[in-house]
């Protein structure tokens, strides 16, 4: 059961880049919204529940890495946000692939997970196929040097978000945790937004609906569900397995924008296609 909520999470994890295109509006709008109204949906229930009360009796400490967390989720979206606006999709998909790298050091030195061979073996193929699927869209240009570099804050920032988070769930639960989270990060993008006068509310209906389709698939159908499979999954393999997101995407775009897939884009997924049954095949050992 928890390989399929995983594979359900990638795939709508998967689906974010094609919600925020569709939504046309600036990163602090959608990322107030989308997740204002996520924490809302969790934090009742927490209530109801009686976990959110308790968190107050919590040391510090434990609570402390929740506004930890939520400063490593904020920047991580914000960083992704604006490499995808200032330099080639295809770039920052190829640099943002290198965060299992940083999460595989990370949870290695903190939690004493190992980085097996399949575990290298997997990232490599789908690395491979994430080069294949993007090798003729990527243009390296001089002037998009600072959205490279957001790319790859973005995926050391998500380590620490993946990192921290784990330590988190092991003293909350998921609803506390995540209606916690959501809501810090919420703030965090509203006061981004206040700093730069945005305006959070006149926009096309088209755009409520993305934001809408934000909350559902992306936020509550996949950060959600990897935040409650921090504690029954080895992080290494969780994070090794995001590297099929780019081609999840390639294939939802072809059929929202009729994007025809680029020449080598059955042999990315074929590549993609063995990097899971590598991590997957019964009876693995990571």
Not at 44 to 60: C, D, E, F, I
Not at 102 to 124: D, Q
Not at 155 to 178: C, D, E, I, Q
Request: glycine share 6%.
């Amino acid at each position: 059961m928890n390989l399929l909520f995983y594979f359900l999470a990638l795939f709508c994890l998967s689906q974010a880049s094609i919600l925020i295109k569709l939504a046309a509006a600036p990163p602090d709008v959608i990322g107030f919204w989308r997740l204002l109204t996520a924490s809302l949906l969790f934090l009742p229930w927490a209530l109801w529940k009686g976990s959110l009360l308790k968190t107050l009796k919590n040391p510090p400490r434990e609570i402390g890495y929740i506004f930890l967390t939520a400063l490593f989720f904020f920047g991580h979206l914000w960083t992704y946000f604006f490499a995808a606006q200032n330099t080639k999709i295809a770039n920052c998909m190829i640099i943002f692939a290198t965060n299992p790298l940083f999460t595989a050091a990370g949870s290695t030195f903190f939690f004493g997970e190992k980085f097996s061979w399949r575990l290298g073996l997997a990232y490599i193929l789908a690395l491979a196929g994430i080069l294949l699927l993007v090798q003729h869209s990527m243009i390296w240009n001089p002037k998009s040097l600072h959205g490279e570099l957001a790319s790859l804050v973005s995926a050391l920032l998500f380590a620490g978000y993946l990192l921290s988070g784990k330590k988190s769930r092991m003293s909350f639960s998921n609803s506390t945790y995540s209606g916690i989270l959501y809501f810090l990060t919420a703030i965090l993008f509203g006061l981004s937004g206040a700093i730069k006068s945005i305006n959070f509310v006149d926009y096309p209906s088209v755009t409520w609906w993305s934001i809408a389709g934000t909350v559902f698939l992306p936020t509550l159908l996949g950060h959600a569900l990897i935040s409650y499979l921090m504690n029954q999954m080895n992080l290494n393999l969780m994070t090794c397995g995001k590297v099929i997101e780019p081609v999840l995407s390639a294939l939802t775009a072809f059929f929202v924008f009729t994007e025809r897939p680029p020449p080598g884009a059955y042999l990315a997924f074929g590549l993609t296609a063995c990097a899971i049954l590598v991590l997957f095949w019964p009876g693995r050992k990571l």
